[in-house]
């Protein structure tokens, strides 16, 4: 199964272990319209940590969700769906040049080094980045996930009536939603607040450069609030999103009790942003493509300086948390941004407003890019 371009017209899936979100976007002119879309609560118990345990359930949960889409049902039968962050994996590798006939193998055996799954017992697929002459090396994105769960979501769409025609890891839906076509190359880091987990993507055009995932996330806050105040997980959540991370009177509780999953997710970005300046600097981009060595001891200072992280986006449920934003560029010395996944589909010239609210558009980032590869614009 794909896991890079697939030009069918399609439409996308992104299942979490508690929601389902689906859109379809298709082509007016030159222009893409947002044709159908919708989320639904998936009761707890059908899909735990990313692997499927009641497919019937979920097949009638997912039929529901596409018919009743909005503003019309999906009638496409094809999808593009995700695969959790944490089941999936992404390396950039470098191979020797090798015959055609012979990428494949090599490919499998390289990232063999790389990936804590067996290569044997997964679907993998790859895309050549970079073909240097010179070095007579080529740079390859490759992706890959067990076969095993590729096969038990292709069996429960197909409960559903549905055709899985691509398998997505979320980091490369989330990158194609949210990073404009025009963007410099200079590298982001985007940071998808879940309720789950928070997956951190690193991108440098033309690809993604590293991700990760920790289980700070909403459940956590939530917990945590209701410890507090005394009172269920479902109040919790509006409690914190009325309060927010706001310090005063009766927020302060909220804030509070917040705080410590909050600390450790700011020591965790610091930590991914030395990583990436410590690993991914021009000394070791001139390492590992063979630059001259004038280059290598050049200003490690300038050097470090020449590959910042640009911006850094959030999106995901739990960004809609009021103060979010604020808090984390504060702590991290960052401009944060919030994620605008109509930035590839509405132009910036465009006086059209999105049919999500920027609000609610946090939460349908994923399924957006999915749903853009529909129309073979990525």
Not at 16 to 42: C, F, H, M, P
Not at 162 to 191: G, Y
Not at 223 to 230: G, L, Q, R, V
Not at 273 to 281: A, I, P, R, T
Request: glycine residues 4%; hydrophobic residues 40%; contains cysteine.
């Amino acid at each position: 199964m794909s896991i890079f371009n697939n030009n069918l017209n399609t439409f996308g899936l992104d299942l979490s272990d508690r929601t389902i979100k689906v859109a379809q976007l298709r082509r007016n002119g030159d222009k893409l319209k947002l044709a159908g879309y919708n989320r639904e609560e998936i009761p707890e118990g059908i899909i735990m940590n990313g692997e499927i345990k009641k497919g019937d359930e979920l097949a009638k949960i997912i039929k529901k969700t596409v018919s009743e889409s909005k503003p019309r049902p999906i009638s496409a039968k094809f999808v593009v769906y995700s695969i959790p962050e944490t089941k999936g994996f992404i390396r950039v590798i470098r191979l020797p040049e090798v015959k055609k006939e012979n990428m494949v193998r090599e490919i499998a055996e390289k990232s063999e080094q790389f990936f804590p799954i067996s290569i044997k017992d997964s679907y993998f697929d790859w895309q050549v980045l970079l073909q240097e002459t010179k070095n007579k090396e080529v740079e390859v994105l490759v992706a890959a996930a067990p076969q095993e769960i590729i096969d038990s979501y292709s069996k429960v769409f197909k409960k559903a009536g549905l055709e899985p025609v691509a398998a997505e890891i979320e980091s490369i839906a989330i990158a194609r939603s949210l990073i404009n076509q025009r963007q410099s190359s200079r590298p982001v880091l985007i940071i998808d607040l879940g309720k789950d987990r928070t997956s951190f993507i690193i991108f440098k055009k033309p690809v993604i450069q590293f991700t990760a995932s920790i289980p700070i996330c909403g459940n956590e806050f939530n917990k945590a609030i209701a410890k507090e105040f005394s009172v269920s997980t479902d109040e919790a959540e509006k409690i914190k999103l009325e309060c927010g991370l706001n310090r005063q009177k009766r927020s302060s509780r909220a804030y509070k009790a917040m705080l410590p999953s909050l600390v450790e997710l700011v020591k965790y970005i610091s930590k991914l942003l030395d990583y990436y300046q410590e690993h991914f600097s021009p000394e070791f981009y001139s390492e590992i493509q063979g630059e001259s060595l004038e280059l290598k001891k050049s200003s490690r200072l300038a050097e470090k300086d020449s590959f910042p992280i640009s911006k850094v986006i959030v999106c995901g449920g739990e960004a809609k948390i009021p103060g979010m934003d604020f808090y984390l560029s504060l702590q991290i010395k960052k401009e944060i941004e919030r994620g605008n996944p109509w930035v590839n589909i509405i132009s910036s010239d465009s006086d059209e407003i999105p049919p999500i609210s920027r609000e609610d558009s946090l939460v349908f980032v994923t399924v957006l890019g999915l749903a853009m590869r529909e129309v073979g614009e990525h």
